[in-house]
Structures are given as C-alpha cells and as structure tokens.
Nanobody
Framework: QVQLVESGGGLVQPGGSLRLSCAASGVTFSYYAMAWFRQAPGKEREFVAAIRWSGDWTSYANSAKGRFTISRDNAKKTVYLQMNSLKPEDTAVYYC?????????????????WGQGTQVTVSS
C-alpha cells in the first residue's frame, strides 16, 4: 500500500550538515503525518521530528530542536530532514515513518509504515 525510501545519509564531521530525504509512494498524503526517527547501535529507536502534511504543525525532540528542520514537498511526495551543527551523538540509522493521522505523535509504535533507513555517521 505504501513504500518509504530514505536517502541522503553519509559521513560528516562534527558541525557539518546533511539533508535526508524520504520519498513516498502509494500514500494518500492528505491524511498522513510524517516523522523521522533514529536508532543508534544498542539503543532503542527514538523520535526526532514530525510534520503534518498541511505544513502548519511540526514537532522536534529536544536533542534536535534548533538544529534540525523537517519539511515536505507534496508535489514530489517527499519529506526532508535538514540537519545542521551535527554532533557525534547524532550518529544513527535514520528512519522515515508515516501515520494516517492529523497530528503526528512521538511514539514509534503508533506509526503504520517505515522505510529501511539511511546511515548518518558524525565523526572527526
């Protein structure tokens, strides 16, 4: 019914920037909220950011606030995560998620669809 494919990950030095993309297919975007989660080795998957498809509501984890920006392009069926001032603790696999709801949640078990993830490594 829906596929999510992340891209844009890579190796970057501390203080650098990356822009992640999540391309969606088979989704009725009017009814889906989108989010980014991340999972570091040995850690549970944690919330990073979320956005309504209307674009009038966003939410960020405290660790991401002020550094990361979530956005979307409905014409391209794509959600982005602009990550600036990256820190080593940002190193993780980043996952795109979709949920058929108006207001996104921060709980991973409430999202219906997931991408396969893209690796982000922040190291000097």
């Amino acid at each position: 019914q829906v596929q999510l494919v992340e891209s844009g990950g890579g190796l970057v030095q501390p203080g650098g920037s990356l822009r992640l993309s999540c391309a969606a297919s088979g989704v009725t975007f009017s009814y889906y909220a989108m989010a980014w989660f991340r999972q570091a080795p040995g850690k549970e998957r944690e919330f990073v950011a979320a956005i309504r498809w209307s674009g009038d509501w966003t939410s960020y984890a405290n660790s991401a606030k002020g550094r990361f920006t979530i956005s979307r392009d409905n014409a391209k069926k794509t959600v982005y995560l602009q990550m600036n001032s990256l820190k080593p603790e940002d190193t993780a696999v980043y996952y795109c998620a979709a949920d058929m709801t108006w207001t996104p949640t921060t709980k991973r078990d409430e999202y219906d669809y997931w991408g396969q993830g893209t690796q982000v490594t922040v190291s000097s």
